[in-house]
């Protein structure tokens, strides 16, 4: 985990521990929007977080844009801009656990070496969700719904 990416985080939580994210307008195929909140759900039925989706706007804790900016080749990242995160695709519709792995950065996580047992390593390693110990981590960060 890497303080600083919780630290952006945490400056975004209200004092319902909640975090509004949105999709920027006609962006992201509505299949694909269907697992994203899925995954969402998921997380948020785990930890001591509540993710609220709002209609797209700027002011929205995390965005997710599909034909986002990104380094050329690049599956997906997570992006800080100073007041919110970014969550950009390549395309439309993309794998739901590049997702997983973008919001494992919103929620702390830094790079793992490609061996680990762990969402987040840098490239594909088997697995498409967080491990038993990435979710220990996250656990220990965020806590877990009561
Ligand atoms: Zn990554």
Do not use: C
Not at 48 to 68: A, M
Not at 118 to 128: D, K
């Amino acid at each position: 985990m890497r303080d600083d990416l919780i630290s952006y985080t945490k400056r975004l939580v209200d004092g319902q521990g909640r975090l509004t994210y949105s999709f920027t307008p006609g962006d992201i195929l509505p299949s694909f929007k269907r697992k994203i909140k899925e995954s969402i759900r998921y997380i948020d039925s785990r930890l001591g977080l509540d993710f609220k989706k709002v209609k797209y706007s700027r002011s929205s804790d995390i965005i997710i844009i599909g034909y986002g900016d990104l380094p050329q080749g690049s599956n997906g990242a997570a992006v800080w801009t100073d007041i919110r995160w970014e969550i950009r695709f390549p395309v439309r519709y993309y794998g739901d656990y590049i997702f997983r792995h973008e919001m494992g950065h919103v929620l702390g996580f830094d790079h793992v070496p490609m061996g680990s047992k762990s969402l987040m390593a840098p490239g594909w390693n088997g697995y498409t969700t967080f491990t038993r110990s990435d979710w220990r981590q996250l656990e220990a960060v965020w806590g877990t719904e009561v």
